[in-house]
Nanobody, 115 residues
Framework: QVQLVESGGGLVQPGGSLRLSCAPSGSIFSFYSMGWFRQAPGQLRELVATITSGGNTNYADFLKGRFTISRDNTKNTVYLQMNSLKPEDTAVYYC?????????WGQGTQVTVSS
């Protein structure tokens, strides 16, 4: 059974940076799409960024160039570099991976931006 394991979350001050990582714990075939979503208290889960196996990326407009998604296809690992973090970025960040007929979600990692 495949599990997606996120890491890299934590508490940072405004303007700080974090790098999130997500990797499958089981032996799997490559995913077509991997990415990150987030959910703040009282809010719906929203797209942060996705990346396909071919390297095509999709970012939410609120990022304004602050985040960068990348992927290691050999390891099926996806990363999210978050710079210039703001308090409104505070949320649980979820890793997502999808193939043609299946998808997986990670358990989420908490990102808190506060002074």
């Amino acid at each position: 059974q495949v599990q997606l394991v996120e890491s890299g979350g934590g508490l940072v001050q405004p303007g700080g940076s974090l790098r999130l990582s997500c990797a499958p714990s089981g032996s799997i075939f490559s995913f077509y799409s991997m990415g990150w979503f987030r959910q703040a208290p009282g809010q719906l889960r929203e797209l942060v960024a996705t990346i396909t196996s071919g390297g095509n990326t999709n970012y939410a407009d609120f990022l304004k160039g602050r985040f960068t998604i990348s992927r290691d296809n050999t390891k099926n690992t996806v990363y999210l570099q978050m710079n210039s973090l703001k308090p409104e970025d505070t949320a649980v960040y979820y890793c997502h991976a999808a193939g043609r007929t299946y998808e997986y979600w990670g358990q989420g990692t908490q990102v808190t931006v506060s002074s």
